[in-house]
């Protein structure tokens, strides 16, 4: 007689599953769900955009625009006043390690060059917790760009 054998899963199968499904519960999940790195992220792309916009402005109005760096955000501003201002994450302020304000002027003294308060190129920090980004704001160009 020959034995007919069911469709189905065996109980080793199914246990396996589970086990599977609390490792990834336990790992994958807290680290897919964590946003933090991800409005980081798009915080340093847009300060690279936002720093590179008000470099232009700056060449193509001819004046000086500065760039006011500090823990908890950027500020562009220029003789009139306030241009822009661009703030860390809610979930991650301060996102900038910085100990105080530090700025670059773009289009220094109508010379199309940039200069910084430490008269080289500013490091900047971005991150918060295990999240972190390293941006360098090149004195010459004033762009900025990964630091190496």
């Known amino acids: 007689m020959a034995r007919q054998r069911t469709g189905g899963f065996t109980l080793v199968e199914l246990v396996m599953v589970l086990v599977l499904i609390g490792v990834l519960a336990v790992f994958a999940v807290p680290r897919m769900l964590d946003l933090t790195a991800w409005r980081l992220r798009a915080f340093a792309d847009t300060l690279q955009a936002e720093a590179a916009s008000m470099q232009r402005r700056a060449l193509a109005q001819r004046r000086p625009i500065t760039a006011s760096f500090s823990a908890n ?4 501003s220029d ?7 661009l703030d860390c994450p809610a979930a991650a302020s301060p996102c900038l390690a910085e100990t105080g304000t530090r700025t670059a002027t773009f289009n220094a003294a109508n010379s199309g060059r940039t200069t910084t308060s430490t008269g080289s190129a500013l490091q900047l920090s971005i991150g918060s917790g295990s999240a972190l980004r390293r941006l360098q704001l090149e004195v010459e160009t004033g762009l900025i760009r990964p630091a190496p």
């Open 73 to 76: 955000g950027v500020l562009f």
């Open 79 to 85: 003789a009139s006043g306030t241009l822009s201002r």
